[in-house]
Nanobody
């Protein structure tokens, strides 16, 4: 059974850094596209960054230049390195994956385009 497990969330002060990890297990091959979404209280889930097996990366405008998405050599673990964190980055961060298509600029941030989801990890940024 396919499973995504996130780790690395926590509390930091504004300007600090955190690194999130997401490990995919139970897939016949590494997911074609893996991404990070986040959901703040009272807000909709939004796409943050995605990366596919061809190493194409996509970022939302809110995090570009501050966050970096990568995958390990096996392409089964997705990372999100977050720096210059702001209080508005506070949210539950979810890992998502799909096995049938690479990431594309016009749909990497659409939650409905992903088949698999992790349980989420909390990130709190204090001012």
């Amino acid at each position: 059974q396919q499973h995504l497990a996130e780790s690395g969330g926590g509390s930091v002060q504004a300007g600090g850094s955190l690194k999130l990890s997401c490990t995919a297990t139970g897939f016949e091959r590494p997911p074609d596209c893996m991404g990070w979404f986040r959901q703040a209280p009272g807000k909709q889930r939004e796409g943050v960054a995605s990366m596919d097996r061809w190493n194409d990366r996509y970022y939302s405008g809110a995090v570009r230049e501050r966050f970096y998405v990568s995958r390990d050599d096996t392409a089964t673990t997705l990372y999100l390195e977050m720096s210059g964190l702001k209080p508005e980055d506070t949210a539950i961060y979810y890992c998502a994956a799909r096995g049938d298509r690479l990431c594309f600029r016009d749909d990497y941030a659409i939650a409905e385009q992903y088949n698999y989801w992790g349980q989420g990890t909390q990130v709190i940024v204090s001012s």
